[in-house]
């Protein structure tokens, strides 16, 4: 290994993103070409905003990663509040839940990662299932208004567990590799950063491989796709898309083995394992909207959607990667 | 360019990203071609309303837009220099005397002469932004308008009236809260309308107000599951008499 680092960043993190630039790069050219070719059609506009989008998040994502965990912490934290706001700008509350959102917006999320950001494991991967569990149904109870509160407590307490929770297993995989080295004690309360380039490139590896599963999903299902899995659910969704994007990214990642701690085979699996949770948490949110009778969460990322649309798949696959790495690694 | 108009955009941009506001018309446009000079009348559900389409407006419009606001929430302290330094907001007495803060009151009483005031910024060439519910409601029903955004009209035949409509804002900050909670707000510029020569009273306000209730329907998020709230929204509760002056 050379010695270049830059925050989280090293020389095989670099190459990483460098691979993802060239893909971009690509794509740039490809749209232009079909731009040319084709004109301004709007799957064309589509497409270009969409790959302009992605040119936005890798910078940032590099960005944060070399500014450090603390950065990277507060950018998840942001995600976490952006998603929240789109989810439960869907969600059938009334005015009796105010105060209930008020602690489920303001104060739940910065506490949780403020215990993600200590590596507090035992108090991070708690904190939102029992306490604020807990505590949400009794806050709202005390509001007063009964009609409808299963229904409404069980809305909030799903958008915290996927927007706040679930979402957080992404940046808390930055604290991995000190249980991986030293034991799952010493990790407990180790300082922010300690995970070193070893914890940004487990973030990549993620990243790279649930988003370019969506994305060769994307392309396999437009390609090939005829049988829809779930057709009341989402006709996008093809048994040629899953399969083909899944096996593809599944080929992804076990050629990334490199970056990793991961032998090849172990690096396919895990790759596997991600792909298919991003898969469902597609589905899971595909359903959701269906039911709201919408297309997007929002239209915050041009092309894409909002902040949700983007990080359905994250938010299934981050909590099983960083379980599955911390039972067989640590 | 001075620091005030700096100042006032920076406000308009912070406004409307805390609020999720996205901006469109009746038609799904995201950029609404709106008129030099309206008389701007929306749904009235939160403190956040006139903020949000002050800051959804263009610079260039919003500079001579002067939001109506009630004095005895916007009339002293803090408050009153927003009112007046950066919203250029023109206050009005809902209560008839300026020393009561009746904040919690549900009738939007005001006493005669408020409407020539508001008759007056339109003569001097600006826009308003009117609430005819003179109170704010729960967000899902729309109250009975009162009669001022008619006298104004009739006042000012020539300047379009534009119905204004505001989605998600009640969610934000509803009534009687006092931190606002961030969701995703839409405000939609519908069609302008014009009083026509012969028209009645009630007939125009009941024409203005469906406007904004079938927007409002196609636009709204979802329906709380709360009957109590379904309840209350066939019979709102209206206690003290109002004059139609607002």
Not at chain 1, 12 to 39: E, F, N, P, Q, Y
Not at chain 1, 95 to 114: E, N, Q, S, T
Not at chain 2, 15 to 32: K, L, Q, W
Request: aromatic share 10%; with cysteine.
């Amino acid at each position: 290994m050379s010695g270049w680092e830059l925050g989280l960043l090293d020389s095989s993190s670099l190459k990483l993103l460098g691979g993802v630039v060239l893909v971009l790069v690509l794509a740039t050219a490809i749209a232009r070409l079909l731009g040319r070719r084709l004109g301004a059609t709007s799957t064309v506009t589509n497409l270009k905003q969409r790959i302009n989008a992605w040119w936005l998040m890798v910078a940032l994502l590099g960005a944060v990663l070399a500014a450090g965990e603390t950065v990277t912490i507060v950018l998840f934290l942001l995600l976490s509040l952006l998603a929240l706001r789109e989810f439960i700008t869907i969600s059938p509350t009334g005015r009796g839940d105010h105060k209930a959102l008020v602690w489920l917006v303001f104060i739940i999320p910065a506490v949780h990662y403020w215990f993600v950001w200590e590596h507090w494991y035992g108090m991070f991967s708690v904190f939102i299932p029992v306490y604020a569990f807990l505590f949400l149904p009794a806050r709202n109870a005390l509001a007063g208004q009964t009609a409808g509160f299963l229904q409404r407590t069980a809305t909030i307490q799903w958008a915290l567990m996927v927007c706040v929770y679930a979402l957080s297993h992404a940046p808390a995989l930055l604290q991995l590799p000190i249980a991986m080295e030293l034991g799952r004690d010493a990790a407990e309360g180790s300082a922010p950063g300690a995970g070193g380039a070893t914890g940004a490139q487990l973030l990549l590896f993620l990243l790279i491989v649930v988003q370019g599963s969506d994305v060769l999903q994307y392309v396999w299902g437009k390609t090939l796709g005829k049988h829809p899995i779930a057709p009341s659910v989402s006709p996008n969704k093809t048994w040629e898309g899953f399969i083909g994007g899944v096996l593809s990214a599944t080929a992804l990642g076990a050629a990334l083995w490199w970056v990793t701690p991961f032998t090849p085979f172990m690096a396919a699996l895990l790759a596997f394992i991600s792909c298919v949770m991003g898969f469902a948490g597609g589905l899971v949110m595909s359903a959701i909207k269906r039911d709201r009778g919408i297309k997007d969460f929002g239209s915050l990322i041009p092309g894409h959607g909002g902040i949700m649309d983007r990080l359905d798949s994250l938010c299934f696959a981050a909590p099983v990667f960083f379980h599955t790495v911390r039972f067989f690694y640590t | 360019m001075n620091v005030s108009s700096v100042l006032r955009r920076g406000l308009a941009t912070l406004i409307s990203a805390f609020a999720g506001a996205r901006v469109a018309t009746a038609a799904g446009d995201s950029e609404p071609e709106l008129p030099e000079q309206a008389i701007y009348y929306a749904n009235h559900s939160s403190h956040l309303d006139f903020l949000t389409i002050w800051a959804a407006l263009p610079g260039e419009l919003r500079r001579r837009t002067r939001p109506v606001a009630a004095k005895d929430y916007w009339g002293s302290g803090v408050r009153r220099v927003f009112a007046d330094q950066i919203f250029n907001a023109y206050l009005v007495d809902r209560h008839g005397s300026s020393g009561t803060r009746q904040r919690t009151s549900d009738s939007g009483v005001s006493p005669k002469g408020q409407v020539e005031g508001m008759a007056e910024v339109l003569t001097a060439g600006d826009s308003l932004i009117i609430f005819p519910e003179g109170t704010r409601g729960d967000g899902e029903t729309i109250a009975r308008f009162h009669g001022g955004l008619y006298k104004l009209a009739q006042l000012h035949p020539e300047v379009p009236v534009v119905p204004v409509t505001l989605a998600n804002l009640g969610r934000i900050l509803p009534k009687g809260e006092v931190i606002p909670v961030p969701h995703l707000s839409t405000v939609i510029f519908c069609e302008p309308l014009y009083l026509a020569p012969d028209e009645e009273r009630q007939a125009f306000l009941a024409r203005a107000r469906q406007v904004l209730v079938d927007c409002l329907a196609e636009h709204q998020g979802p329906q709380p599951t709360d009957a109590s709230e379904a309840d209350e929204r066939v019979s709102p509760p209206r206690s003290q008499a109002r004059q139609d002056d607002l």
